[in-house]
């Protein structure tokens, strides 16, 4: 599966953005998506996923209730709505698809940087 991920950009604490990540393969409908993020110096996390078909979603608790996941089957794409933007949220967004079964993350978009200012 490729990913394409866009939306990021320079906000100002308290802000807002939305992050959109679309796939290339038919059967989007069938993966699980994620969002994971990655700050200087630190190791990779997992900040939100939704289940194919969108039931179901995780959010990691330093995001919860400021980010929400959604995703558009019909348009292939995943969105990440970032709310309350903190400075700690500064980081490189990256989407990831899973197929349903599985619980490794296999396919990668290529990053979209998100820095917050304080």
């Known amino acids: 599966v490729q990913l394409q991920a866009s939306g990021g950009g320079l906000v100002q604490a308290g802000g807002s953005l939305r992050l959109s990540c679309t796939a290339s393969?038919?059967?989007?409908?069938?993966?699980?998506m994620g969002w994971f993020r990655q700050a200087p110096g630190k190791e990779r996390e997992l900040v939100a996923e939704?289940?194919?078909?969108?039931?179901?979603?995780y959010y990691a608790l330093s995001v919860k209730g400021r980010f929400t996941i959604s995703r558009d089957n019909a348009k292939k794409t995943v969105y990440l709505q970032m709310n309350s933007l903190k400075p700690e949220d500064t980081a490189v967004y990256y989407c990831a698809a899973r197929a349903g079964g599985t619980s490794v993350y296999d396919s990668w978009g290529q990053g979209t940087q998100v820095t917050v200012s304080s």
């Open positions: 939704i289940t194919w078909a969108g039931g179901s979603t």
């Open positions: 393969t038919r059967t989007f409908s069938s993966y699980h």
